[in-house]
């Protein structure tokens, strides 16, 4: 009768790495603001950005934009009388 090896069974090993801290709902809600918070300031600095511009070519303009006229505007006559 021949000798069976034993089955070599592979030695496995799970490496663990630290544990992260537990997040909890203000951690989230302070994420959260947080970014609203920078997203509303980037908004308000483009605004503020685009408006002097606007203002800055309306200036160089002449303060009137071309083509409007009167722009269009047609008079009701509803002053009271007298006036």
Known sequence: MAVQPEPVTPMVYEVVEQTTEQ???IDV???AFSV???L???AV???ALLAG???SVRKRRGGRVEGAGDGGATRLGLS???R
């Open 36 to 38: 609203v918070g920078v």
């Open 29 to 31: 809600l302070l994420g």
């Open 23 to 25: 997040t909890t709902v």
């Open 80 to 82: 009271a009388p007298g």
């Open 53 to 55: 511009l606007l203002i």
């Open 45 to 47: 600095l483009l605004g």
């Open 40 to 42: 509303g300031l980037i």
